[in-house]
């Protein structure tokens, strides 16, 4: 028998193509969509657990990113028909209250693998258990459906190669589902609520102009996700060179940048794995469209390995609990780095565009993750931590998992520190993109630029930065940094 009136809690499933939860609660005579801003999810927290520190938990960027998503896929529910409440307070408290009101049958629900996810749904699941509602749970998240890996989730191999071996031979992807088919929603019993601001969130608004030069404006929601995703594919044809091009640290075109659409849900893998297939039919099969795929195999690959080791990952010794590394905690030399003020350009720029956009390129990550972690051996979840706060695209899993296999306490043995100077003059050789965030820089000759340190002091002169005054003198000797890790 169909139930007469669902509830959809949406999570990070904003959207409406290939959304299990929303076409599932279409077989109920009347469907009522909820967001809810969980106020725990901003402003400032300690981190848990030992070791703690404090952090902002989502910065301006993913704040803005959230907020342009939730109205999208409101407006995109209104065009049919349809409503989708929002409010801001805990779920546990509004999904019940609101399944009440509509005497809801069933409630559905993105099931997400990450520990604090899973905390807050299990607190709305026995609010609906007292309620006597049953929660209908869908796994939306990833490329690969849980419930087709190969093996238990609990069994796969913490080495990316063979899980990628595994899933790529043993398993399929599933079509992604057409739109939901909407019937209007109860929104009366409940008034549909309005979209916080930044400040409603304790959130600091957006200063525009500095977003202005970063690779893009990632403006969220659905429309826009699938607007990026036909925009880098069949407009501008630019998925046949992915694989040579991936490394680009300016402009748009250079990788997918689908990540913050694919985080918040926007967009489904799935149906971005269609898209490349379509591609491979239409204009070109090669390396480089295998290649996106292989990196949304890696962001599975990070989406089960949370599902399998959970909050070891927040450890400071890492899922392998490693207890040979001496963390330090310095905060002086930690905010240095967070500022994109520790006189390496090659990590200040990468910090100084996160701080203005919250996007960085895969390469910019790893060098500035890298050099906190390695280099100055800092605690390297204080780093994650400012990541989660800054990046408009941030994933618990993507983050922390990369952040622990840089810092060489997640999934791989081998350290995997960086050769910040080889990797600047190798993707950067001409210094446009230190120039570009560090002005500061810009009469360097490029031979330099990756080391203003060298600079006699008639150069600096002539080049118009003086060491220490204009630009940082490097805060740590990035070579004797280097021979400890040897
Ligand atoms: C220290 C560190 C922290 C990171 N934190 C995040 C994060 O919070 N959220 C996030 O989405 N990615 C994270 N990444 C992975 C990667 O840097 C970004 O996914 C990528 O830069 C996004 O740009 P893009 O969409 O153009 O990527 P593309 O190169 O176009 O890749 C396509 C998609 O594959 C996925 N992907 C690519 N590389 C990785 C990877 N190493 N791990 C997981 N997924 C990947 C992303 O969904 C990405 O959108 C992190 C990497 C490092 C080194």
């Not at 403006?219 to 036909?230: C, K, N, S, Y």
């Not at 195999?297 to 609990?321: E, M, P, S, Y």
Request: negative net charge; contains cysteine.
């Amino acid at each position: 028998m169909a139930d007469d009136t669902a509830v959809v809690w949406v999570r990070r499933d904003l959207r409406l193509h290939d959304n299990e939860a929303l076409v599932d609660a279409c077989a109920a005579d009347a469907v009522l969509p909820v967001y809810v801003f969980d106020p725990r999810e901003y402003g400032d927290r300690a981190f848990g657990g030992r070791d703690s520190f404090r952090f902002e938990k989502t910065g301006r960027h993913r704040a803005r990113f959230r907020r342009e998503a939730v109205a999208d896929l409101r407006a995109r529910l209104r065009e049919r028909g349809s409503e989708l409440v929002v409010r801001h307070e805990r779920p546990e408290v509004v999904v019940p209250a609101v399944a009440e009101a509509v005497d809801a049958d069933v409630v559905h629900v993105q099931t997400l693998p990450t520990p604090e996810e899973i905390a807050v749904e299990n607190a709305v699941r026995e609010q609906l258990r007292r309620l006597g509602v049953t929660p209908s749970r869908h796994w939306t998240h990833t490329l690969y459906h849980l419930n087709d890996l190969p093996v238990e989730y609990t069994d796969i191999s913490d080495t990316y190669t063979t899980f990628r071996k595994s899933v790529e031979n043993r398993a399929t992807v599933r079509e992604p589902l057409p739109d939901p088919d909407l019937s209007s929603a109860p929104v009366d019993a409940v008034g549909a609520g309005s979209i916080p601001s930044n400040a409603d969130l304790g959130v600091e608004a957006l200063d525009t102009e500095s977003d202005d030069q970063g690779v893009l404006q990632f403006e969220g929601g659905e429309t826009a996700g699938l607007a990026r995703l036909d925009r880098y594919l069949f407009e501008e044809d630019r998925l046949r060179e992915y694989k040579q091009t991936r490394n680009g640290l300016l402009g748009q075109g250079f990788s997918s940048k689908l990540s913050a659409w694919l985080n918040e849900g926007c967009l489904s893998p799935r149906r971005v794995e269609r898209a490349v297939r379509r591609y491979e039919r239409e204009r070109v099969s090669n390396d480089s469209t295998y290649w996106l795929l292989f990196e949304l195999v890696w962001r599975d690959f990070f989406q089960f390995q949370f599902a399998k080791h959970g909050t070891d990952f927040f450890r400071r010794g890492g899922i392998r609990g490693r207890d040979d590394i001496d963390w330090r905690d310095d905060d002086e030399q930690f905010e240095r780095w967070a500022a994109g003020e520790t006189g390496i350009p090659f990590v200040d720029a990468a910090m100084r565009e996160l701080n203005a956009t919250g996007y960085q390129s895969n390469r910019a990550r790893q060098n500035a993750a890298s050099f906190l972690a390695n280099n100055l051996r800092i605690d390297w979840r204080r780093g994650a931590a400012y990541f989660e706060t800054q990046l408009v695209d941030y994933d618990p899993a993507s983050n922390y998992g990369n952040w622990a296999y840089i810092a060489g306490v997640g999934n791989d043995s081998r350290d995997r520190y960086f050769d910040i100077l080889k990797q600047a003059s190798t993707y950067d050789g001409a210094g446009e993109y230190v120039t570009h965030w560090i002005p500061e820089l810009s009469d360097v000759p490029p031979e330099a630029v990756h080391e203003p340190w060298t600079l006699t002091e008639a150069e600096q002169a002539e080049y118009g930065v003086q060491l220490g005054v204009d630009y940082p003198a490097p805060m740590i000797d990035l070579e004797e940094s280097y021979r400890k890790l040897r």
